[in-house]
């Protein structure tokens, strides 16, 4: 049976703590194998990358397998040709699929059409191997994630979305500031509510970062909102993770971002580069994380 990662709640909570578990060990080992020997891996990107693309570039090679870099302008994908057929198509010629794309819709189109793994590397409604890895981060530093509050200060965008759904299988304790307009999936939120999940929603940034252990935020437009930014700012204004807000989390809580920031806008460049920031552990965390989702979707 072939397996595909497409969101963190595909996962069972067992089987989310042992892809955490064993990335950890990959990185602790500096972890290297012939998993993926003979095989390649097709990369289709339809967002611009940095940190997705080389870390899954690098996972792969890691992993002994070879890779092929597409984008729209160099395929079919940017045409009129039908996703289905193209998922046909590179069923035949590759082993498996890491996707970066728009619309989930077109990861689903892809898996049911295709006969090879796909992995989920970011679309508009998540962003599941972003957060997988924000939860190794905090994991290394506290294992325990059931006692752990964490705040998520900003858009209800799909990091938040996959923020949800970690704390869902972690049971971690999450607390969400983001404005009015611009909150999580309400569906998502409501089968939070139904998994009786530690999830708490506001649009003050003061109360839901009080006594936090871990802070998050992320960019407040993201790629195709350009054109909202001037809307976003007046909209997310005292949303800025500045020190203001960081001294009412707990006196040690760490900073985290999935990267690129927009200093000045939602993290200051004193929070962004204090000693409690831990941004670039996240980034190479996505390294030792890919690798573990990989080996988890080519291990029968």
Known sequence: MRKHFVKILDFTPSEALNIIKRAKEMKENNYRSDLLKNKTILMIFEKASTRTRLS???????????IIFMTPNESQ???????????????????????????????????????????NALTDQGHPCQVMCDVLTMYERTPKLDEIKVAWIGDGNNMANSMIEAAILFNFELHLACPKGFTPDATLLEKAKQAKAKIFLTDKPEEAIKDADYVHTDVWASMGQEHEQKARELSFKGY???????????????????????????????????PNSIVFDQAENRLHVQKAILEWCFTK
Do not use: W
């Not at 039908?82 to 898996?111: H, N, Q």
């Not at 203001?244 to 920031?261: E, V």
């Open 240 to 274: 800025c993770v500045d020190n203001r807000l960081m001294s009412l989390a707990k006196k040690d809580a760490k900073f985290m971002h999935c990267l690129p920031a927009h200093r000045g806008e939602e993290v200051s460049e004193e929070v962004f580069e204090s």
């Open 77 to 119: 994908l940017g045409r009129s040709e039908p996703l289905k057929d193209t998922a046909r198509v590179v069923s035949r010629y590759c082993d498996g699929m890491v996707v970066r794309t728009f619309s989930e819709d077109k990861i689903l189109e892809l898996i049911k059409y295709g006969s090879v793994p796909v992995v």
């Open 56 to 66: 899954f570039d690098v996972a792969i090679h890691q992993l002994g397998g070879d």
